[in-house]
């Protein structure tokens, strides 16, 4: 049994008053069967480790693979575990499009999370033109591929993958659920291949691109979608709650 995973990932946004005012409307916000995770910009880390309720987790949008050193402008994965962070977005397609993230600095990301005890939440996913040329299965299946490279079963069984077609990210054109689930049941395919199907029952596997509250329950009724990562609609404390309860 897979528990859904709704993680807000609030990308360069929200100053430090603007991150008090949201907690505050969370603050009494109760969850249950369901995680929900803030992925916030690393200024907004020690607001959320001192004032956000327990029921909501701390994530990162980014860690570096050492544990410090000569690497300026990066975040080692001590730094947030400092701050009480749990997850992290590890090759977010703005990573990869934007910062040069390739497959390789996401698989030393992903090893970093793990050996400090950080859940890392991997992205992956097509651009318009690999999907529009039949491309989207061997894209994700390398990306997914790449990124697991030397780790055990057992850190695969607690991965989270997001599957976010890149051509629905930010622009309020989702996939169909119908769509996005085969993809998903596609990557966990790729993982029973990689490992084998027990570990592949265990991964969650999250959609990402234009998830709102209405289009939530939706998704998280597919069979093999297990919950989302969500820019926009996660920036309003309303909304965040309402994409939470719909899950
Ligand atoms: C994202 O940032 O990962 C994302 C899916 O954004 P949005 O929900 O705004 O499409």
Redesign the pocket.
């Known amino acids: 049994m897979r528990t859904p995973i709704i993680a807000g990932?609030w990308?360069m946004n929200k100053n430090r008053a603007e991150t008090k005012s949201f907690i505050e409307q969370v603050k009494d916000f109760s969850v249950d069967g369901v995680e929900a995770v803030l992925c916030v910009p690393y200024t907004d880390l020690a607001i959320l480790k001192d004032s956000l309720p327990s029921q909501i987790k701390i994530g990162a949008q980014n860690i570096h693979w050492a544990d410090n050193g000569a690497f300026t402008g990066e975040i080692s994965p001590l730094m947030l575990k400092e701050l009480d962070v749990q997850y992290v977005?590890i090759g977010?397609?703005?990573r990869r499009e934007m910062f040069g993230e390739t497959d390789e600095t996401v698989n030393k990301r992903v090893h970093a999370a793990y050996k400090h005890g950080i859940t890392p939440i991997v992205?992956v996913g097509e651009k318009l033109e690999e999907r529009e040329a039949g491309k989207t299965k061997e894209i994700v299946k390398e990306q997914t591929e790449k990124a697991l490279v030397g780790l055990s079963s057992e850190q695969v069984k607690q991965l989270v993958i997001?599957y976010?077609p890149i051509w629905?990210?930010?622009?309020?054109k989702?996939s169909s659920a119908e769509d996005a689930n085969e993809v998903i049941s596609y990557i966990r395919s790729v993982v029973a291949d990689q490992y084998d199907q027990q570990v592949a029952n265990e991964v969650r596997i999250q959609y990402?691109?234009?998830?709102?509250p209405e289009n939530i329950v939706s998704f998280l009724a597919q069979s093999d979608i297990d919950g989302?990562?969500?820019?926009?609609?996660?920036l309003e404390p309303n909304s965040f709650m309402a994409l939470v309860k719909g899950a």
């Open positions: 990932n990308k977005i977010h397609s703005e992205c997001a976010e629905a990210i930010g622009t309020g989702s990402g691109g234009s998830v709102k989302a990562l969500v820019g926009g609609a996660s």
